[in-house]
């Protein structure tokens, strides 16, 4: 490929270069299509994963607050084990 080519032979090995060039090209693209399917994949794998955790905070805070309700634990001791976590 390159100038070589075209000098040797011509009209030729320009169209060989212009080939060349076009299944570079050619890979390029299939290589970025796979990324981007890639990229999309991921993304909806993140979305999935978001959903989940909102369903399970959902869960969570509801079930604390049955729990308060209903006496069985306190407040105080629901603020602590938060602040426990929260911790650093």
């Known amino acids: 490929m390159g100038w070589g080519r075209m000098m040797l032979m011509g009209n030729v090995g320009q ?3 212009i080939q060349d060039l076009g299944n ?3 890979q390029l693209q299939t ?6 399917n890639l990229d999309l994949q991921q993304e909806r794998t993140l979305d999935e994963l978001r959903k ?3 369903e399970l905070k ?3 805070a509801t079930l604390v607050h049955l729990l308060v309700a209903k006496g069985l634990i306190k407040q105080e001791e629901v603020d ?3 602040h426990a976590i929260d911790k650093p």
């Open 15 to 17: 169209q060989l270069d």
């Open 24 to 26: 570079t090209v050619s």
């Open 31 to 36: 290589v970025l299509e796979q990324t981007q």
């Open 52 to 54: 989940e955790n909102r």
């Open 58 to 60: 959902l869960y969570l």
């Open 80 to 82: 602590a084990a938060v």
